[in-house]
């Protein structure tokens, strides 16, 4: 393939990025551990989160992640944002079954076949749930939102028999630590 000013520039900025992106995850992990090692109390966990300028949840987000998945259990392979995604898949057992069925993981991939199984265990087909753009489609009920840093904006949808469209929840903010 010969060499073009656009292809000298994506390759030129690859090689930039890539070890900053490495360095990055690296130093993900060494946060979850050190949270890990100093075990801290919700109250003092947002002190540290405060003096930093970060959010306590995303600070015990990554000792979670941390915990979960111990050194010794981590494949260099994989971006800490993949184990993110797979730390919501209950069971260590499922988690490595999924995380080893395949020799390369994207972060799309992961959050998608994790979606999938966690549907799947909840019982729901994964024919009857549409994705897209534009939403997520339940029947007849349309479900659309967005992360805001720690809150999800979600507008839930129904539309009546007569064509209606009924706004069940508009712009509705959900504010959540969750314990993964």
């Given at each position: 393939?010969?060499?073009?000013p656009?292809?000298?520039?994506?390759?030129d900025a690859?090689?930039?990025?890539?070890?900053?992106?490495?360095?990055e995850?690296?130093?993900?992990?060494?946060?979850?551990?050190?949270?890990?090692?100093?075990?801290?109390?919700?109250?003092?966990?947002?002190?540290?989160?405060?003096?930093?300028?970060?959010?306590?949840?995303t600070?015990?987000?990554?000792?979670?992640?941390?915990?979960?998945?111990?050194?010794?259990?981590?494949?260099?392979?994989?971006?800490?944002?993949?184990?993110?995604?797979?730390?919501?898949?209950?069971g260590?057992?499922?988690?490595?079954?999924?995380?080893?069925?395949?020799?390369?993981?994207?972060?799309?991939?992961m959050?998608?076949?994790?979606?999938?199984?966690?549907?799947?265990?909840?019982?729901?087909?994964?024919?009857?749930?549409?994705?897209?753009?534009?939403?997520?489609?339940?029947?007849?009920?349309?479900?659309?939102?967005?992360?805001?840093g720690?809150d999800?904006?979600?507008?839930?949808?129904?539309?009546?028999?007569?064509?209606?469209?009924?706004a069940?929840?508009?712009?509705?903010?959900?504010?959540?630590?969750?314990?993964?």
């Amino acid at each position: 393939m010969a060499r073009t000013p656009v292809t000298d520039k994506v390759a030129d900025a690859t090689a930039e990025l890539a070890p900053l992106v490495a360095q990055e995850m690296a130093t993900l992990w060494q946060q979850g551990d050190a949270l890990v090692k100093w075990a801290l109390s919700d109250e003092e966990l947002g002190k540290v989160a405060q003096r930093l300028q970060l959010k306590a949840s995303t600070l015990r987000k990554r000792e979670n992640i941390s915990r979960e998945f111990a050194p010794k259990h981590r494949d260099s392979r994989f971006a800490w944002t993949v184990y993110a995604e797979l730390v919501r898949l209950p069971g260590a057992d499922a988690r490595n079954k999924l995380l080893n069925s395949r020799t390369e993981w994207t972060v799309e991939d992961m959050k998608e076949q994790v979606n999938l199984l966690l549907m799947q265990q909840s019982g729901l087909s994964p024919r009857a749930v549409v994705k897209s753009r534009s939403g997520m489609k339940l029947g007849n009920v349309r479900v659309t939102g967005e992360i805001d840093g720690d809150d999800i904006v979600i507008t839930i949808e129904a539309q009546t028999s007569d064509g209606k469209v009924i706004a069940l929840g508009k712009n509705t903010v959900i504010s959540a630590s969750l314990d993964i």
